[in-house]
């Protein structure tokens, strides 16, 4: 049973594959050489009331960097399996920012989640959700436009690391 406080929606999300003819070892070289770490460095002047100056470092930061990531591949030891499988978190706080400010349940979505695993065969594939669709459900113009954006650029990064 639902509680008063509590809603149910359901929503449509647009799910991307990615297969590659290259390992995973290839992939993921390639894909952490063409996005950077992220750098908090911006937090620490945020928290100083720097905000100007973080902005500046934010606009002048990489289009898109890896936030973190997961290696759910070691995960699959308990059941006896070997595969590689690493869930990386990217994105961009200023292109989160863009949207959170105009809806704040947007931060739920950003940063993104990628999951770059390894087939049967050895190859690699990345999967995610197409931004564009999970931030759709809000129905804001703005969100939506910056979501596309995102799609553009996310796409762009994993295919060329894939090829």
């Known amino acids: ?12 999300v647009e799910h991307v594959t990615i297969r590659s003819n290259n390992t995973f070892a290839a992939v993921k070289a390639n894909l952490e050489a ?24 934010l606009e002048a930061a990489a289009t898109l960097s890896i936030f973190g990531s997961r290696d759910h591949g070691v995960l699959l030891a ?39 695993l390894e087939s ?3 190859k690699a594939t990345f999967e995610y959700d197409q931004p564009a669709s999970t931030f759709g459900q809000f129905g804001d113009k703005s969100v939506d436009f910056v979501a596309r954006k995102l799609d553009e650029n996310l796409r762009d990064f994993l295919e060329r690391a894939a090829s």
Request: charged share 20%; aromatic share 6%.
């Open 120 to 122: 049967p065969e050895g």
């Open 34 to 57: 063409l996005l950077p770490r992220l750098d908090d460095g911006f937090r620490t002047l945020l928290r100083y009331g720097l905000v100007d100056r973080a902005r500046q470092e």
């Open 78 to 116: 308990i059941a006896g399996l070997k595969r590689q499988a690493i869930q990386y978190d990217i994105g961009n706080p200023l292109t989160a920012s863009l949207m959170t400010r105009h809806n704040l349940s947007a931060g739920l979505y950003a940063p993104i989640r990628v999951l770059l």
């Open 1 to 12: 049973m639902v509680s008063s406080n509590t809603s149910i929606e359901k929503v449509s």
